[in-house]
């Protein structure tokens, strides 16, 4: 058994510029990718009251070259427009595969109540298609979203998701023939630890996979109030067993300034840089972005 540990070394706030009205939005779920020496973003803009848009948010890319400082653009890539997303577009991860963006994302219906996972696809981020269904929810498994997704050694792709259950947030795990399935269900991958900072609520994270037989994923974990922390589990290379789990978490929030305030750090990317280093980016509290410098041990 290999010794395995991370710890953060620096955590830096993004600093985004963005036009009037997102520019005073909260900005949530950076998801950010290194392309050609430039790193880009997708991100959702939330409105401070829903009486401002009338949904929970939009999808809006950004860019810049430092991977701290993004200037994202006003008109948002996805908008709530069909009866799957007509509440809200939210949660983007990205995928490039046979020369099309893929990102998938969490449709909230009318209600504002429910969601799925969607996804859309195009040869450009600013020429997408909304395609329908990625994995859909169930009566068992409600609110489908987050999506971390990777090829298998077959060629098939492995998708991580969270749903809902009987007032919980878990994370499951489906293999498909293609990028939207048809899928079938895995056991669960990992489960809440009974008396610890993730006893009740999982949620997907990024998955860091520079060591392909044992690839990790920087998860998120909460208590049953959502007080949300980001870990780490280390799976074998099939991601069918768990080979190592953190103790403590990674990233702790800083305490709330009053207890209205939520508690939360929630990961949603992360770049390689080499075999030790890696940029987690994370949202705090629903409205600031951050990226933490991680070291492998």
């Known amino acids: ?12 706030a993004l600093k985004i510029e963005a036009d009037k009205p997102i520019a005073d939005r909260d900005f ?20 401070q009251t829903l009486s401002e848009t009338g949904n929970t948010g939009t999808i809006h890319y950004g860019e810049r070259d430092d991977g701290v400082s993004f200037r994202v653009h006003y008109t948002p890539i996805i908008a ?47 020429t997408l298609t909304k395609r329908g269904v990625a994995y859909a929810s169930t009566k068992t498994e409600g609110n489908t979203k987050e999506a971390t997704v990777a090829r298998t050694a077959d060629g098939r792709w492995r998708l991580f998701y969270e749903y809902a259950r ?12 293609g990028i939207a399935g048809p899928w079938s269900e895995q056991p669960s991958p ?14 997907t994270g990024p998955l860091l996979t520079t060591d392909p037989d044992m690839p990790v994923m920087f ?16 799976f074998d290379r099939d991601c069918t067993r768990v080979v190592d789990r953190c103790v403590e ?4 929030p800083p305490p709330p300034k009053c207890r209205a305030d939520t508690d939360i750090a929630f990961a949603a990317s992360v770049i390689a840089c080499d075999a030790e280093i890696s940029h987690l980016y994370f949202s705090r509290a629903d409205q600031l972005l951050f990226r933490a410098i991680v070291r492998r041990s």
């Open 190 to 203: 990992f489960s809440p630890r009974e008396h610890d900072w993730d006893n009740w609520h999982l949620s």
């Open 249 to 252: 978490p990674l990233v702790v």
């Open 166 to 177: 009987q007032d919980a947030s878990l994370i499951g795990l489906a293999l498909g023939d």
């Open 80 to 126: 709530p427009s069909t009866d799957l997303d007509i509440g809200g577009c939210e949660d983007p991860t990205v995928l490039f595969w046979n020369g099309e963006f893929v990102v998938y994302y969490t449709g909230v219906d009318k209600s504002r109540a429910a969601g799925q996972m969607l996804y859309a696809s195009g040869a450009a981020l600013d």
């Open 28 to 47: 949530l779920s950076p998801y950010v990718w290194k392309d050609q020496d430039k790193y880009r973003m997708l991100v959702r803009s939330a409105p």
């Open 1 to 12: 058994m290999r010794f395995l540990d991370f710890n953060v070394e620096e955590i830096t």
């Open 219 to 234: 998860y998120n974990g909460a208590t049953r109030d959502a007080r949300w922390r980001i870990g780490w589990v280390a």
